[in-house]
T-cell receptor, first 118, second 109 residues
Framework: NAGVMQNPRHLVRRRGQEARLRCSPM?????VYWYRQLPEEGLKFMVY????????ESGMPKERFSAEFPKEGPSILRIQQVVRGDSAAYFC????????????????FGSGTQLSVL | EDQVTQSPEALRLQEGESSSLNCSYT??????LFWYRQDPGKGPEFLFT???AGEEKEKERLKATLTKKESFLHITAPKPEDSATYLC??????????FGAGTRLTVKP
Protein backbone atom coordinates (compact mmCIF):
# COMPACT_ATOMS: atom_id res chain seq x y z
CA ASN A 1 0.00 0.00 0.00
CA ALA A 2 1.84 3.05 -1.26
CA GLY A 3 2.04 6.00 1.04
CA VAL A 4 1.20 9.62 0.28
CA MET A 5 3.03 10.53 -2.93
CA GLN A 6 4.13 14.06 -3.68
CA ASN A 7 5.82 15.35 -6.77
CA PRO A 8 8.01 16.87 -7.74
CA ARG A 9 10.38 16.47 -4.77
CA HIS A 10 12.17 19.65 -5.74
CA LEU A 11 10.82 22.52 -7.82
CA VAL A 12 12.75 25.60 -8.88
CA ARG A 13 10.88 28.59 -10.23
CA ARG A 14 11.81 32.16 -11.11
CA ARG A 15 9.85 35.02 -9.64
CA GLY A 16 6.57 35.50 -11.47
CA GLN A 17 6.28 31.90 -12.69
CA GLU A 18 3.65 29.41 -11.62
CA ALA A 19 4.28 26.43 -9.34
CA ARG A 20 2.09 23.33 -9.38
CA LEU A 21 2.53 20.82 -6.60
CA ARG A 22 0.87 17.43 -6.76
CA CYS A 23 -0.27 15.08 -4.05
CA SER A 24 -1.70 11.59 -4.41
CA PRO A 25 -3.20 10.44 -1.11
CA MET A 26 -2.90 6.94 0.25
CA UNK A 27 -5.21 4.43 -1.35
CA UNK A 28 -8.67 4.70 0.15
CA UNK A 29 -8.07 8.18 1.57
CA UNK A 30 -10.39 10.91 0.37
CA UNK A 31 -9.25 13.71 2.71
CA VAL A 32 -6.18 15.77 1.86
CA TYR A 33 -4.44 18.47 3.87
CA TRP A 34 -1.69 20.84 2.70
CA TYR A 35 0.92 22.29 5.05
CA ARG A 36 3.84 24.68 4.53
CA GLN A 37 7.08 24.44 6.49
CA LEU A 38 9.61 27.23 6.65
CA PRO A 39 13.13 26.59 8.03
CA GLU A 40 13.17 26.51 11.85
CA GLU A 41 9.37 26.89 11.93
CA GLY A 42 6.53 24.50 12.54
CA LEU A 43 4.22 23.15 9.89
CA LYS A 44 1.51 25.68 9.06
CA PHE A 45 -1.89 24.47 7.91
CA MET A 46 -2.99 25.79 4.54
CA VAL A 47 -6.03 23.97 3.22
CA TYR A 48 -8.18 20.87 3.76
CA UNK A 49 -9.94 19.25 0.82
CA UNK A 50 -12.21 16.33 0.14
CA UNK A 51 -12.85 15.01 -3.32
CA UNK A 52 -14.15 17.95 -5.38
CA UNK A 53 -14.63 20.13 -2.30
CA UNK A 54 -12.59 22.65 -0.35
CA UNK A 55 -13.56 22.17 3.28
CA UNK A 56 -11.26 24.64 5.03
CA GLU A 57 -8.92 27.11 3.34
CA SER A 58 -8.43 29.36 6.33
CA GLY A 59 -4.64 28.95 6.26
CA MET A 60 -4.16 29.72 2.60
CA PRO A 61 -3.20 33.21 1.40
CA LYS A 62 -6.14 34.85 -0.35
CA GLU A 63 -4.13 35.78 -3.43
CA ARG A 64 -2.03 33.68 -5.80
CA PHE A 65 -2.70 30.39 -3.99
CA SER A 66 -5.36 27.86 -4.94
CA ALA A 67 -5.97 24.17 -4.36
CA GLU A 68 -8.12 21.50 -5.87
CA PHE A 69 -8.80 17.81 -5.41
CA PRO A 70 -10.66 16.56 -8.48
CA LYS A 71 -12.77 13.43 -8.67
CA GLU A 72 -9.98 11.75 -10.59
CA GLY A 73 -6.29 12.43 -10.14
CA PRO A 74 -4.11 14.02 -7.52
CA SER A 75 -4.70 17.08 -5.41
CA ILE A 76 -2.98 20.16 -6.82
CA LEU A 77 -1.63 23.15 -4.91
CA ARG A 78 -1.11 25.99 -7.35
CA ILE A 79 0.90 29.10 -6.66
CA GLN A 80 0.72 31.82 -9.28
CA GLN A 81 3.32 34.54 -9.78
CA VAL A 82 5.65 33.07 -7.17
CA VAL A 83 7.78 35.34 -4.99
CA ARG A 84 10.90 34.55 -2.97
CA GLY A 85 8.83 34.33 0.21
CA ASP A 86 7.01 31.31 -1.23
CA SER A 87 10.21 29.26 -0.95
CA ALA A 88 9.43 26.51 1.54
CA ALA A 89 8.72 22.81 1.91
CA TYR A 90 5.12 21.98 1.13
CA PHE A 91 3.71 18.82 2.69
CA CYS A 92 0.56 16.97 1.91
CA UNK A 93 -1.18 14.65 4.35
CA UNK A 94 -4.16 12.36 3.92
CA UNK A 95 -6.64 10.50 6.07
CA UNK A 96 -9.41 8.03 5.37
CA UNK A 97 -11.95 10.03 7.36
CA UNK A 98 -12.15 13.65 8.52
CA UNK A 99 -9.31 14.22 10.93
CA UNK A 100 -11.35 15.33 13.90
CA UNK A 101 -9.19 14.05 16.71
CA UNK A 102 -11.17 10.88 17.01
CA UNK A 103 -9.26 8.17 18.73
CA UNK A 104 -6.86 6.28 16.50
CA UNK A 105 -7.13 8.82 13.70
CA UNK A 106 -3.87 10.14 12.38
CA UNK A 107 -2.50 11.99 9.42
CA UNK A 108 -0.16 10.29 6.97
CA PHE A 109 2.33 12.71 5.42
CA GLY A 110 4.12 12.66 2.09
CA SER A 111 7.81 13.48 1.71
CA GLY A 112 7.08 17.00 0.60
CA THR A 113 7.95 19.30 -2.28
CA GLN A 114 10.79 21.74 -1.71
CA LEU A 115 9.98 24.90 -3.66
CA SER A 116 12.82 27.29 -4.37
CA VAL A 117 12.07 30.65 -5.96
CA LEU A 118 15.02 32.37 -7.60
CA GLU B 1 -4.58 32.16 20.53
CA ASP B 2 -3.52 28.52 20.48
CA GLN B 3 0.23 28.10 20.91
CA VAL B 4 2.71 25.24 20.90
CA THR B 5 6.28 25.76 22.14
CA GLN B 6 8.89 23.06 21.98
CA SER B 7 12.13 23.04 23.94
CA PRO B 8 14.97 22.78 23.56
CA GLU B 9 15.35 23.77 19.92
CA ALA B 10 18.27 21.38 19.59
CA LEU B 11 19.59 18.60 21.80
CA ARG B 12 22.82 16.66 21.47
CA LEU B 13 23.12 13.40 23.41
CA GLN B 14 25.65 10.64 23.69
CA GLU B 15 24.39 7.20 22.84
CA GLY B 16 22.74 5.79 25.95
CA GLU B 17 22.22 9.21 27.57
CA SER B 18 18.51 9.45 28.42
CA SER B 19 16.70 12.79 28.22
CA SER B 20 13.33 14.46 27.68
CA LEU B 21 11.87 16.82 25.09
CA ASN B 22 9.22 19.31 26.15
CA CYS B 23 6.09 20.54 24.40
CA SER B 24 4.18 23.32 26.17
CA TYR B 25 0.79 24.26 24.81
CA THR B 26 -2.16 26.55 25.27
CA UNK B 27 -5.27 25.54 23.41
CA UNK B 28 -8.97 26.10 23.68
CA UNK B 29 -10.25 22.60 24.27
CA UNK B 30 -7.67 19.91 23.57
CA UNK B 31 -8.85 17.21 21.19
CA UNK B 32 -5.47 15.55 20.97
CA LEU B 33 -1.72 16.07 21.26
CA PHE B 34 0.44 14.42 18.63
CA TRP B 35 4.11 13.55 18.42
CA TYR B 36 5.77 13.08 15.05
CA ARG B 37 9.30 12.25 14.00
CA GLN B 38 10.74 14.00 10.93
CA ASP B 39 13.93 12.94 9.19
CA PRO B 40 15.77 15.37 6.87
CA GLY B 41 14.04 15.61 3.50
CA LYS B 42 11.11 13.51 4.68
CA GLY B 43 7.58 14.12 5.86
CA PRO B 44 6.55 13.76 9.50
CA GLU B 45 6.05 10.21 10.68
CA PHE B 46 3.38 9.59 13.31
CA LEU B 47 4.53 8.41 16.74
CA PHE B 48 1.81 8.96 19.37
CA THR B 49 -1.50 10.60 20.13
CA UNK B 50 -2.40 11.59 23.69
CA UNK B 51 -5.92 12.69 24.55
CA UNK B 52 -6.12 13.46 28.27
CA ALA B 53 -3.91 14.50 31.17
CA GLY B 54 -2.22 11.56 32.80
CA GLU B 55 -2.14 9.49 29.65
CA GLU B 56 1.12 7.79 28.65
CA LYS B 57 2.16 5.98 25.48
CA GLU B 58 5.32 3.97 24.81
CA LYS B 59 7.08 2.75 21.72
CA GLU B 60 10.53 1.17 21.92
CA ARG B 61 12.82 3.77 23.55
CA LEU B 62 10.21 6.53 23.45
CA LYS B 63 7.60 7.38 26.04
CA ALA B 64 5.16 10.28 25.76
CA THR B 65 3.31 11.78 28.70
CA LEU B 66 0.69 14.50 28.95
CA THR B 67 -0.39 17.06 31.55
CA LYS B 68 -2.88 19.90 31.20
CA LYS B 69 -0.14 22.27 30.08
CA GLU B 70 2.62 20.21 28.52
CA SER B 71 3.79 16.95 27.11
CA PHE B 72 7.13 15.23 27.45
CA LEU B 73 8.78 12.85 25.07
CA HIS B 74 11.21 10.77 27.11
CA ILE B 75 13.99 9.01 25.26
CA THR B 76 15.62 6.17 27.16
CA ALA B 77 19.11 5.01 26.19
CA PRO B 78 18.94 6.64 22.74
CA LYS B 79 20.77 5.29 19.71
CA PRO B 80 22.18 7.23 16.75
CA GLU B 81 19.20 6.13 14.65
CA ASP B 82 16.94 8.13 16.98
CA SER B 83 18.49 11.31 15.57
CA ALA B 84 15.70 13.34 13.95
CA THR B 85 13.50 16.34 14.51
CA TYR B 86 10.62 15.60 16.85
CA LEU B 87 7.45 17.59 16.25
CA CYS B 88 4.60 18.17 18.66
CA UNK B 89 1.15 19.24 17.48
CA UNK B 90 -2.12 20.00 19.22
CA UNK B 91 -5.60 19.81 17.81
CA UNK B 92 -8.11 22.20 19.32
CA UNK B 93 -11.83 21.63 19.76
CA UNK B 94 -12.46 23.55 16.53
CA UNK B 95 -10.24 20.95 14.82
CA UNK B 96 -7.47 23.43 14.07
CA UNK B 97 -4.11 21.71 14.30
CA UNK B 98 -1.04 23.67 15.36
CA PHE B 99 2.52 22.38 15.18
CA GLY B 100 5.51 23.37 17.25
CA ALA B 101 8.80 24.25 15.59
CA GLY B 102 10.33 20.95 16.70
CA THR B 103 13.34 19.74 18.66
CA ARG B 104 16.31 18.66 16.58
CA LEU B 105 17.84 15.64 18.32
CA THR B 106 21.34 14.39 17.55
CA VAL B 107 22.60 11.22 19.18
CA LYS B 108 26.35 10.67 18.92
CA PRO B 109 27.78 7.13 19.03
Amino acid sequence: NAGVMQNPRHLVRRRGQEARLRCSPMKGHSHVYWYRQLPEEGLKFMVYLQKENIIDESGMPKERFSAEFPKEGPSILRIQQVVRGDSAAYFCASSPRPFMGARNEKLFFGSGTQLSVL
Amino acid sequence: EDQVTQSPEALRLQEGESSSLNCSYTVSGLRGLFWYRQDPGKGPEFLFTLYSAGEEKEKERLKATLTKKESFLHITAPKPEDSATYLCAVQAENNDMRFGAGTRLTVKP
